[in-house]
């Protein structure tokens, strides 16, 4: 069975500073990773996706996450933060063998990110 | 820019009692999700349905979950009866039929809590 893991339930990070939220992956065959972001009391908005092609991909608010096959990981970065990234960000990966045609989505538990000032 | 809509935001009911909770997706949106997210947790997918259809409900707790999607639009999710364990906050989703790579649009979601 597929599987993400987010080893950190937190990180803190200061404005201004570069930021890098991990993920690790256990799937088989090609992954289809995502980066969700969930503020307080609503629901989860789309950051980014790899699907194929290049292994830097490039999302929304600045975000960008790095693929790399051989650590099996996606690990979201941003070159500086914002205290408004201060959210909590999920990884996912998306279950091409499954029921209900394959768009099946397994998230990690979710990482915490607080950017201060 | 559209949206995936739900009600109630918040809901406090009794265990054994009944809860329902309303989605509407994207318009146009063939494909709609339920998830359940416990606090600290990761949502976890309830049910899929493909228009009115349900292609996924293997983690539903059918002996008290229903979820209907009847005319392919808008659906439901019902909890009969409620029980402690099943406080969380459940989100709904939804996806167009093209997005064959999971990119799924969330709603603001329900929070329950039983008391």
């Known amino acids: 069975a597929q599987s993400v893991a987010q080893p950190e339930d937190q990180v803190n990070v200061a404005e201004g500073n570069p930021l890098t939220v991990k993920c690790t992956y256990s799937?088989?065959?090609?992954?289809?990773l995502f980066w969700y972001v969930q503020y307080p009391n609503r629901g989860l908005q789309f950051l980014l996706k790899y699907i194929t092609g290049d292994n830097l991909v490039k999302g929304s608010y600045g975000f960008e996450a790095e693929f790399n096959k051989s650590q099996t990981s996606f690990h979201l970065k941003k070159p500086s933060a914002l205290v408004s990234d201060s959210a909590l960000y999920f990884c996912a990966v998306r279950d091409k063998g499954g029921a209900g045609g394959g768009n099946k989505l397994t998230f990690g538990t979710g990482t915490q990110l607080k950017v201060e000032l | 820019e559209a949206e995936v809509a739900q009600s109630p935001r918040y809901k406090i009911t009794e265990k054994s009692q009944a809860v329902a909770f309303w989605c509407d997706p994207i318009?146009?949106?063939?494909?709609l999700y339920w998830y359940r997210q416990i606090l600290g947790q990761g949502p976890e997918l309830l049910v899929q349905f493909q228009d009115e259809s349900v292609v996924d409900d293997s983690q539903l707790p059918k002996d008290r979950f229903s979820a209907e999607r009847l005319k392919g639009v808008d659906s439901t999710l019902k909890i009969q009866p409620a029980e402690l364990g099943d406080s969380a906050m459940y989100l709904c989703?939804?996806?167009?039929?093209?997005?064959?790579?999971?990119?799924?649009?969330f709603g603001p979601g329900t929070r329950l809590t039983v008391l």
């Open positions: 799937v088989s065959g090609n992954p289809y």
């Open positions: 989703a939804s996806s167009s039929r093209g997005t064959g790579y999971g990119e799924q649009f």
């Open positions: 318009s146009g949106h063939a494909t």
